[in-house]
């Protein structure tokens, strides 16, 4: 049996902001769709990088993370696609007290809202060639975003830095995250 993938079926039975519960969808695999997502979060169909927002905010919230592969995933569908590094990448930072102390807010450029906290955790991981480092939010799931390069430059003007450690660290919902090492 061939599939097709319709976007708006999809688009049309998904909620704006509502991220579905996908542990109990079960569907076999349908194939593979040519979506690409980008170092830099952009979301590209047969090449083409989609211009209507709305479409990459609603499949990243039907993505999910099988072993290496990403899927996009409806109850009765699961379509592989491809992602060059990770699926999210954060774009805007907002802080706010709290009784905790600070929060750390993040959004990607597909609108997911997460606040750096234990479940949302910063990892770094090193460029091979320049040995710069690349932070990373987990999001879900298993997914990771990375946080672009002007967001972590705004990170590091609110770091702590620890001599003893000779480290940057921010510190967010109680919880301190290493930024990088000096």
């Known amino acids: 049996m061939t599939h097709t993938f319709d976007f ?61 592969d990403y899927f996009l995933k409806t109850p009765v569908e699961k379509w592989r696609i491809q992602v060059a590094d990770v699926p999210f990448y954060f774009i805007h930072l907002q802080t706010k007290e709290t009784a905790q102390g600070v929060e750390i807010t993040l959004v990607s450029s597909t609108q997911d809202i997460i606040t750096i906290n234990g479940e949302h955790g910063i990892k770094l991981s090193n460029d091979s060639l320049t040995n710069e480092p690349f932070p990373y939010v987990h999001v879900r799931g298993g997914m990771y975003g990375k946080l672009s390069r002007n967001l972590y430059y705004e990170l590091v003007n609110m770091a702590i830095v620890d001599e003893q450690q000779q480290a940057l660290y921010i510190d967010s919902a109680g919880q301190r995250f290493l930024l990088g090492k000096f």
């Open 8 to 68: 708006d079926k999809i688009l049309g039975d998904l909620k704006a902001n509502d991220l579905p519960n996908m542990d109990s969808w079960q569907p076999q695999l349908s194939g593979d769709i040519d979506i690409h997502i980008d170092a830099q979060g952009i979301w590209r169909h047969e090449g083409t990088e989609f211009k209507r927002l709305q479409i990459p905010k609603m499949f990243a919230r039907i993505l999910c993370r099988e072993g290496d």
